[in-house]
């Protein structure tokens, strides 16, 4: 049996070629609850509050039972017996799929490998590893499900997972010389995360880089009046020493980039939570190991 599933983009479920996936709102995002919880037992009344909030319709129960129903037909049709990946237990239900079917499972070996290549100096490997991981994004991670509480924590993990990825490999790719390959993508970057200052740091990083401090400066000024403006801070410590390093004349190959950190702005606090996270854990409310949570 073939299992194919997408999270990092539309929904995909597919069993053998054929789509599981339902396309009415409430069974796609009890769907993608239970895969973002595979292999756990998901509570009824934690599938009620996806579904309703705080204000469930006194048939809310009836009513789940009937989506539940509607996904075990889509999986009876794509295979023979496929109902019995998706199995009550208790008050609960769990989906049984493998890990390896999952496109997260890939992004997440993938960045490993990049990881442990950067990690022993070998940036050429670490940034091919970390490209092909990337590339398994195909947009916001569960862009066509109408998310609810709980889904959209994942969907916000895993744009902070993403983010963070990027940003090692970035930095990897400079190492190497790339900085005027980079300008296009770190351009759009600044403009899509206007507070992300590791992310400007970057970019200001490669146009100095790339023989253009004016430009550089232009983008910490950008940066400090969004800043300023809309959150009455300044910019982070390491973005001004930046800013300092650009106004002085001399040569940007002589900055010290490790002085910056390797996950600033707002991924820091989601990095460090990757990081901190065990290894393997099975109850539900804690996010499953490999959802890059």
Not at 94 to 114: C, T
Not at 187 to 197: I, W
């Amino acid at each position: 049996m073939d299992i194919f599933v997408v999270l990092l983009g539309a929904l995909e479920f597919r069993i053998d070629s054929i789509s599981c996936v339902p396309s009415a709102p409430k069974p796609k995002k009890i769907l993608a609850l239970l895969l973002l919880y595979r292999n756990q037992i998901v509570p009824v009344s934690v599938l009620v509050e996806e579904l309703w909030g705080n204000r469930p319709p006194a048939s809310a129960r009836t009513t789940l039972q009937t989506y539940i129903l509607t996904l075990r037909k889509l999986l009876q049709c794509a295979k023979s017996g496929g109902g019995e990946h998706l199995v009550t237990v208790g008050s609960g239900y769990i989906l049984k799929v493998p890990e390896v079917a999952f496109d997260l499972y890939r992004f997440d070996q993938l960045a490993k490998q990049g990881r442990e290549a950067i990690g022993q100096g070998d940036d050429e490997k670490g940034v091919i590893a970390l490209r092909q991981a990337l590339d398994l994004y195909r947009g916001q991670a569960l862009v066509d499900v109408d998310a609810g509480h709980l889904v959209t924590a994942h969907v916000t993990r895993l744009e902070e997972t993403r983010l963070t990825t990027l940003e090692m490999c970035i930095d990897a790719e400079m190492r190497l010389g790339r900085h005027q390959e980079l300008l296009g993508e770190l351009g759009t970057l600044a403009a899509h995360h206007r507070f992300h200052e590791n992310l400007h740091a970057q970019y200001m990083r490669a146009l100095w880089r790339s023989g253009r401090r004016s430009c550089a400066l232009d983008v910490y000024q950008r940066l400090r009046r969004s800043l300023a403006t809309e959150l009455g801070m300044e910019p982070a410590w390491f973005v001004q020493e930046l800013q300092s390093a650009i106004l002085s004349p001399s040569d940007p190959e002589s900055f010290d980039c490790q002085e910056l950190p390797d996950t600033g702005g707002c991924t820091r606090s989601a990095a460090d939570a990757t990081a901190a996270r065990p290894a393997s854990t099975r109850t539900y409310g804690t996010p499953h190991p490999n959802t890059s949570l």
